[in-house]
T-cell receptor
Framework: ETGVTQSPTHLIKTRGQQVTLRCSSQ?????VSWYQQALGQGPQFIFQ???????GRGNFPPRFSGLQFPNYSSELNVNALELDDSALYLC????????????????FGPGTRLTVL | GQQLNQSPQSMFIQEGEDVSMNCTSS?????WLWYKQDPGEGPVLLIA?????ELTSNGRLTAQFGITRKDSFLNISASIPSDVGIYFC???????????FGTGTRLKVLA
């Protein structure tokens, strides 16, 4: 048990719809990273949030956006869903130090399985 | 998207055998992490490595941060059926918060 929780567990949407996925970070952690994992692939970095701001972004279009709240929980929003967005969406929490350093150790939640029809 | 090369892609082994797998990168990394993922679940952290040459153990698992900083290795000794799963490496370079994951090694243990 990492203490990282995600909701919902599963979700089915149709093309063009919008979706919001949620993540609660591990107690004591202040940073959340989101990943997309397609079937048979390793996780791909979407973006990271620290102190309620986006701290880095992978090669994903702007229709992937996020939020981090004062309690360090986070949301991933995807607009205009496409079939290729079907994947397991993972969030990982970690602790970023005040000096910008990090423990570098990310702990993952169980993921949200998104299916786009 | 960018992924690290993991080898082997998959392997079948007999219970009790030792297992070795590796991960290579074209870039230098400052941190290597090794995860195990069971079907439909999130990756679980096994070992974290922070320094070139570092050798770290976690029970029957041992991982090493390659001296070139472009590779890492994971060994599992005396494998048991619950070792079945997909093992991922992840690396992070300097000046970035982004982790790049490997393609995964699928391990199957024959009792």
């Amino acid at each position: 048990e990492t203490g990282v929780t995600q909701s919902p567990t599963h979700l089915i949407k149709t093309r063009g719809q919008q979706v919001t996925l949620r993540c609660s970070s591990q107690s004591g952690h202040n940073t959340v990273s989101w990943y997309q994992q397609a079937l048979g692939q390793g996780p791909q970095f979407i973006f990271q949030y620290y102190r309620e701001e986006e701290n880095g972004r992978g090669n994903f279009p702007p229709r992937f956006s996020g939020l981090q709240f004062p309690n360090y929980s986070s949301e991933l929003n995807v607009n205009a869903l496409e079939l290729d967005d079907s994947a397991l969406y993972l969030c990982a929490s970690s602790l970023m130090g005040l000096a910008g350093g990090s423990t570098d150790t990310q702990y993952f939640g169980p993921g949200t399985r998104l299916t786009v029809l | 998207g960018q992924q690290l090369n993991q080898s082997p892609q998959s392997m079948f082994i007999q219970e009790g055998e030792d297992v070795s797998m590796n991960c290579t990168s074209s870039s230098i990394f400052n941190t290597w992490l090794w995860y195990k993922q069971d079907p439909g679940e999130g990756p679980v952290l096994l070992i974290a490595l922070y320094k070139a040459g570092e050798l770290t153990s976690n029970g029957r698992l041992t991982a090493q941060f390659g001296i070139t900083r472009k590779d890492s290795f994971l060994n599992i000794s005396a494998s048991i059926p619950s070792d079945v799963g997909i093992y991922f490496c992840a690396g992070r370079g300097s000046g970035t918060y982004k982790y790049i994951f490997g393609t995964g090694t699928r391990l199957k243990v024959l009792a």
